[in-house]
């Protein structure tokens, strides 16, 4: 049984960071490339970052040179380091094994706000 559970998730002043943590079980973690989306009311889910199996990393525009993607595989866990926080961020973070599969964890909420 697949299982992604994310973790990190919180309340941050604009200007502020946050560490999301996704731990991955019941997959080969080292084949999956590994995604962290979000999403927030009444839009769609928005794929924010991804990191390959061979740690390769893409971000959105909106996010660049403030967000880091990265994987520990010893771990089966992939994080996302924000820092800057903007209120624009606030949203619920997803993490997704994969790229089309339908692996997802049950989401974290980032909300920025002073």
């Known amino acids: 049984q697949v299982r992604l559970v994310e973790s990190g998730g919180g309340l941050v002043q604009p200007g502020g960071s946050l560490r999301l943590s996704c731990a991955a079980s019941g997959i080969v973690f080292t084949t999956y490339s590994m995604r962290w989306y979000r999403q927030t009311l009444g839009k769609q889910r928005e794929l924010v970052a991804t990191i390959t199996n061979g740690d390769t990393t893409t971000y959105t525009d909106s996010v660049k040179g403030r967000f880091t993607i990265s994987r520990d595989n010893a771990k089966n866990t992939v994080y996302l380091q924000m820092n800057n926080l903007k209120p624009e961020d606030t949203a619920v973070y997803y993490c997704?094994?994969?790229?089309?599969?339908?692996?997802w964890g049950q989401g974290t909420q980032v909300t920025v706000s002073s």
């Open positions: 997704k094994a994969g790229r089309d599969t339908n692996y």
